[in-house]
């Protein structure tokens, strides 16, 4: 089973920034869509942004103007540049593949973003 490897959480302060990646198999990688998704306490998972193979991107309106998500197909690497953290957004970030809507891989371990006030 493929998962993906997430990196780059840590502790910041709000206001703060941090840039996180996503490393998975280049076929994978370079063939669907890639989100970013989070899983905060006491919530569900859920989709913080999207970039399809092409590189268009597309944001939950709670991050819009603060991530810029992005990738590299020659690293097979996802990034989710994040800026003017808030401390409600502190959680645990996966990426994931999509194909026609429906997620690809396994989910990985994820990395925590603990975001202090």
């Known amino acids: 089973q493929v998962q993906p490897v997430e990196s780059g959480g840590g502790l910041v302060q709000a206001g703060g920034s941090l840039r996180l990646s996503c490393a998975t198999s280049?076929?994978?990688?370079?063939?669907?869509?890639m989100g970013w998704y989070r899983q905060t306490p006491g919530k569900q998972r859920e989709s913080v942004a999207v970039i399809s193979s092409g590189g268009s991107s597309n944001y939950a309106d709670s991050v819009k103007g603060r991530f810029t998500i992005s990738r590299d197909n020659a690293k097979n690497t996802l990034y989710l540049q994040m800026s003017s953290l808030k401390p409600e957004e502190t959680g645990v970030y996966y990426c994931?593949?999509?194909?026609?809507?429906?997620?690809?891989?396994?989910w990985g371990k994820g990395t925590l973003v603990t975001v202090s006030s």
């Open positions: 994931n593949a999509i194909r026609s809507g429906i997620l690809v891989l396994y």
């Open positions: 280049g076929t994978i990688f370079r063939s669907n869509d």
